[in-house]
């Protein structure tokens, strides 16, 4: 063998996995542009921006931003995540899976929370409100003291209960060979009796469509099919509108306010068909007063505003885009609010064209 | 009856209008004798007399009118919000092994991300000789390949861990799809920035507002998988992850990271959120399995199922189903019409693809009695779909993930089916 093969056989080894020629695409990463995007953190600290949080800010943060959906201390509200609570419950049914109780790893709630909370609202938090939300996430799980500040240079001293809980997947070595047998034809077992029925549980959607009867009767010969009903139009009331405003019907600014509206729909439905979520429904809301949609829990601080008497006209409804908390103090609602008037003029022509 | 009476009756009276017809229908039987000649071919019908649409009705075509009971569906309780949240593909309406592109189950954290092709950016960072960033004319001069491959959640049959829960293949089963994508070989991308050798795992990450992340080690990424940006040759669908996704074959379907923006190279695991706190698999002691990557042998009975009854009476019946291997391909699945006593090789009908959904058809003549109908997978390693019992015996009943026991459906005398548990 030549000397160059030798050196080229070497090398080829040296690199690892066989990688196929470059082509030549693609351009530089340039350094910012990494730092924009590569926030992720790994155990081991790597990645943890500088920075630091303590719990008695935490709590404030987590109040404003998070507990709209964790509850105030981290318990879930409805069917948002736990994040509290649970330990000793991992070998019960039903365990119950919190950053406490499950979590093996610190930092991968530092990186959750920093690249996806709040929901929909992701990427708005700075480091030292992450730091914070983190440490009072840890206080809430009785893992640090009341006065615990977290930061970047005692982050991995942190180990959380279930670090040792997990093992690497087995099914290889246990299910793989247990299952890898010539499989039974015939005299496979004595009885086979139903034990459990889904139907006696009765949790699927109920639509006519998934209902086994229904399609046996639509398949068997009809002798009078019923009549097709005539469709039911759903007409929206048009509630009064305090004089003196116009609400524009201009396409183009409904069409620009759907796109601002997409900042609210992780929180509030419209159109028809639209529920109560974790906001209430936008639909005709336009005229509407403050704190009445039906089926929706509001906060004191709302109802009483709505019997108070305020009715969401469009200046009210700006009003309280441009800053939630100040116009309804203590309202349960999330949002720090929109800044440009552009936006607040869009959405609320968007709201509007869906009633109101 | 046609469809627009039957959306429009209360259920409760389909229910009885069903109970009555079922038992007209077993005496009825199959050799059915016309009563008089049908109209239907003796009186010149409308579509046979009038000019039906011209071209351009639809400049894209949608299904007709008849089939749009034929939906994705959402189970409401499951989840606190529809951004983070799962629908579920009607595998019972499918046939074939090809999943059609609207119908393709959608699983988001974040909502479905809207991003043109001129404003994707892809990054590759970390342990690279030069970190690179590619816009997506970039990744149409790659070479291209074109590969069929499944796509399951692994939570998909995670309410049945405890019992029969949902009524329907399409909720019990319904959170995979299988479709052609076209695209770049992952190896090929990162064969761009060059790997490190002590470059042993890859972070993906998404665009969209969950910033979804997964690890996965680089043998698989130089192994089999893609950047795919066409399904079933159109561009990928804005809720699959428009213009590209991550395609990791065989393997569970949160790792194939949609709208996918960055892989950054590393030594060793991020240990992300969705891969520590979910889509790990708890066992009975309190521990959990973790890097549950590859989807084991699975089937299911797609018809008749609890929403597609049998509604042609005894006689000759047709089971069909589909079955996939994270593993490899499936050469052999079995059928029990009497809850596992004793069990009938299906016929495999279509293309036998590597980690792709495979069709089985068991035809025979049904005299209205009782069935317990199931569905036994065998993949190309010889590895044999287990029961449920078989499983829990493992994993206990609380590992939520990875559920690839054998179903039953509880066929009645009347042909309606329902999802049971047997003995």
Redesign the interface.
């Known amino acids: 063998m030549s000397r160059f093969l030798n050196v080229l056989l070497a090398s080829t080894l040296?690199?690892?996995?066989?990688?196929?020629?470059?082509?030549?695409?693609?351009?530089?990463?340039l350094p910012e542009?990494?730092t924009a995007?590569?926030i992720?953190?790994?155990?081991?600290g790597q990645g943890l921006p500088e920075g630091s949080g303590s719990v008695a800010d935490g709590e404030e943060l987590f109040s404003e931003k998070c507990a709209v959906?964790h509850g105030e201390f981290g318990e879930g509200v409805?069917?948002?995540p736990k994040l509290s609570g649970g330990q000793g419950t991992?070998?019960?049914?039903?365990?119950d899976?919190t950053?406490g109780s499950?979590?093996?790893?610190l930092?991968?709630a530092f990186?959750?929370v920093h690249?996806?909370m709040p929901?929909?609202q992701?990427?708005t938090l700075a480091a030292d409100e992450v730091y914070a939300i983190v440490a009072y996430i840890l206080y809430n799980n009785d893992l640090v003291e009341d006065d615990f500040v977290l930061s970047r240079e005692n982050f991995t001293e942190v180990v959380l209960p279930n670090a040792e809980?997990?093992?690497?997947?087995?099914?290889d070595q246990?299910?793989?060979p247990?299952?890898?047998?010539e499989?039974?034809?015939?005299?496979?077992?004595?009885?086979?009796?139903?034990?459990?029925?889904?139907?006696v549980?009765d949790?699927?959607?109920?639509?006519?469509?998934?209902?086994?009867?229904?399609?046996?009767?639509?398949?068997?010969p009809?002798p009078e099919?019923?009549?097709?009903?005539a469709p039911v139009s759903v007409a929206v009331a048009k509630p009064p509108v305090a004089a003196g405003y116009t609400i524009s019907t201009d396409p183009a600014l409904i069409s620009a306010g759907e796109k601002v509206f997409?900042t609210c729909?992780?929180c509030h439905k419209i159109g028809e068909g639209a529920k109560n979520?974790?906001g209430p429904i936008m639909t005709g809301i336009v005229g509407r007063q403050a704190g009445t949609i039906e089926g929706f829990k509001y906060s004191k601080p709302m109802q009483e505003a709505g019997a108070g008497g305020l009715v969401w006209t469009p200046d009210n409804i700006a009003a309280y885009l441009r800053d939630p908390k100040g116009f309804v103090p203590k309202n349960k609602m999330a949002f720090n609010g929109l800044k440009k008037q552009d936006d607040i003029d869009a959405v609320i022509a968007y709201i509007a064209s869906h009633g109101g | 009856m046609d469809e627009m009476s039957h959306k429009g009756t209360s259920r409760r009276g389909f229910l009885r209008a069903g109970l009555a017809a079922g038992g007209a229908l077993t005496a009825l039987g199959t050799a059915a004798r016309a009563s008089g000649p049908d109209p239907l071919i003796t009186e010149v019908q409308p579509w046979a007399s009038q000019l039906g649409d011209g071209v351009d009705v639809a400049p894209y075509g949608m299904p007709i009118r008849f089939e749009e009971h034929v939906i994705r569906r959402n189970v409401e309780w499951l989840t606190a919000e529809t951004a983070s949240s799962i629908n579920f593909t009607p595998l019972h309406e499918l046939d074939g092994i090809i999943t059609p592109n609207g119908l393709c189950f959608e699983r988001h954290h974040g909502g479905a991300a809207e991003i043109a092709k001129s404003d994707w950016r892809l990054m590759i960072n970390g342990l690279v000789e030069t970190p690179l960033v590619f816009t997506f004319a970039d990744l149409m001069r790659f070479p291209r390949v074109n590969k069929i491959h499944f796509l399951e959640c692994a939570a998909n049959g995670g309410m049945e861990w405890a019992g029969a829960q949902l009524n329907g293949c399409q909720f019990t089963h319904g959170m995979i799809h299988n479709v052609m994508y076209t695209g770049v070989m992952l190896k090929d991308i990162l064969a761009e920035a060059g790997v490190k050798t002590e470059g042993k795992w890859l972070l993906a990450e998404g665009a969209d507002a969950s910033g979804m992340t997964r690890s996965i080690p680089m043998e698989k990424a130089l192994d089999d998988c893609m950047i795919a940006f066409k399904m079933n040759g159109e561009m990928l669908r804005k809720e699959q992850g428009y213009p590209a996704r991550l395609v990791v074959p065989g393997w569970e379907g949160n790792m194939w990271i949609k709208w996918i923006r960055r892989l950054e190279v590393g030594d060793q695991p991020w240990e992300q959120r969705e891969e520590t706190s979910k889509y790990t698999d708890t066992m009975e002691d309190g521990r959990s399995r973790r890097w549950t990557w590859v989807m084991d042998a699975k089937s299911v009975i797609t018809n008749p199922s609890p929403q597609a009854p049998i509604t042609h009476g005894p006689g000759r019946t047709v089971i069909t189903g589909v079955a996939w291997s994270g593993r490899g391909t499936i050469p052999r699945v079995d059928v029990t019409l009497n809850g596992g006593k004793t069990w009938f090789p299906a016929r495999m009908d279509g293309p036998s693809l590597d980690k792709s959904m495979h069709r089985f058809y068991y035809e025979f003549d049904w005299d209205g009695s009782e069935l317990l109908l199931q569905s036994r997978a065998v993949d190309s390693t010889g590895y044999v779909q287990p029961t449920k019992n078989q499983l829990r015996a493992f994993r206990g009943v609380n590992s939520v993930y990875h559920n690839n026991g054998i179903a039953t459906w509880w066929v009645k005398p009347d042909g309606s089916a329902e999802n049971v548990e047997i003995s």
Do not use: H
């Open positions: 040296l690199a690892g996995p066989a990688m196929a020629e470059k082509i030549g695409l693609g351009r530089a990463a542009e990494i995007w590569d992720d953190v790994r155990p081991d959906c409805d069917n948002w991992l070998d019960r049914d039903d365990p899976k950053i499950y979590w093996p790893y930092s991968t990186d959750y690249r996806a929901f929909g992701a990427q809980g997990f093992f690497f997947d087995d099914r246990t299910e793989v247990a299952f890898t047998v499989p039974c034809m015939e005299n496979c077992k004595e009885k086979a009796e139903v034990t459990m029925r889904a139907a549980l949790v699927t959607p109920d639509d006519p469509t998934d209902d086994a009867a229904t399609l046996i009767a639509a398949a068997a009809a099919p019923a009549a097709s009903p997409k729909a992780s979520a974790t």
